[in-house]
């Protein structure tokens, strides 16, 4: 199947900084991507989803100034975190849809966030 | 209502058990509907698709109920390796894009 990667897969950082986390399709091309998060315990929820050339739509309650997404291209979406603080350590989870594959979603191995 | 609504479990059964989970949706108008396999502290991967007519994959199988906006999986001569937990998925069409909806999951353990 489809193979999706993260980027990196643990970070710890202190309250105050920015983490950048990379999401990328190896294999195949992808217009658009997801972000999930996921504390412990809880479903995962969608932040956004996040186009290739255009402006990510967010999901209600998710502050696009505190998690900046950019698509630049059709195999990679990044996801910054913004002035992290301890409330945002999670697990972090984006998805790509392959062009023309239907509604089949292939996961990333996730990001585990920190914050202290 | 929440979107997506499963037991949360634990399921725990014996190996070669047949156990079911029960999954709800509350968007009528939901056209997609999955079962994810999540393991601890990894991402979730597809399990199977759901149709409408009901699909099996091996020890696998899958019902849609449209009309009772209810889907299950059932999981004969359960394996060890079963145990993780089980996500009902379903697409939120309320976009173009149609990101997947989750519910929060049913965890199974399968004992020896």
């Known amino acids: 199947g489809a193979v999706v990667s993260q980027h990196p897969s643990r970070v710890i950082c202190k309250s105050g900084t920015s983490v950048k986390i990379e999401c990328r399709s190896l294999?195949?091309?992808?217009?658009?991507m997801f972000w999930y998060r996921q504390f412990p315990k809880q479903s995962l929820m969608l932040m956004a989803t996040?186009?290739?050339?255009?402006?990510?739509?967010?999901e209600q309650g998710v502050e696009k100034d505190k998690f900046l997404i950019n698509h630049a291209s059709l195999t990679l979406s990044t996801l910054t975190v913004t002035s992290a603080h301890p409330e945002d350590s999670s697990f972090y989870i984006c998805?790509?849809?392959?062009?023309?594959?239907?509604?089949?979603?292939?996961f990333g191995p996730g990001t585990r966030l920190l914050v202290l | 209502r929440k979107e997506v609504e499963q037991d949360p479990g634990p399921f725990n059964v014996p190996e070669g058990a047949t156990v079911a989970f029960n999954c709800t949706y509350s968007?009528?108008?939901?056209?997609?509907f999955f079962w994810y396999r999540q393991d601890c502290r990894k991402e979730p991967k597809l399990l199977m698709s759901?149709?409408?007519s009901g699909n099996e994959d091996g020890r696998f199988t899958a019902q849609l109920n449209r009309a009772s906006q209810y889907i299950s999986l059932l999981i004969r001569d359960s394996k060890l390796s079963d145990s993780a937990t089980y996500l009902c998925?379903?697409?939120?069409?309320?976009?173009?894009?149609?990101?997947?909806?989750f519910g929060k999951g049913t965890r199974l353990s399968v004992i020896a």
């Open positions: 998805s790509a849809r392959e062009i023309g594959s239907g509604e089949t979603q292939y």
């Open positions: 294999d195949f091309q992808a217009t658009t």
């Open positions: 996040s186009n290739e050339g255009s402006k990510a739509t967010y």
């Open positions: 968007n009528s108008a939901s056209q997609s």
């Open positions: 759901v149709y409408s």
């Open positions: 998925v379903v697409n939120k069409i309320n976009s173009g894009n149609t990101p997947l909806v």
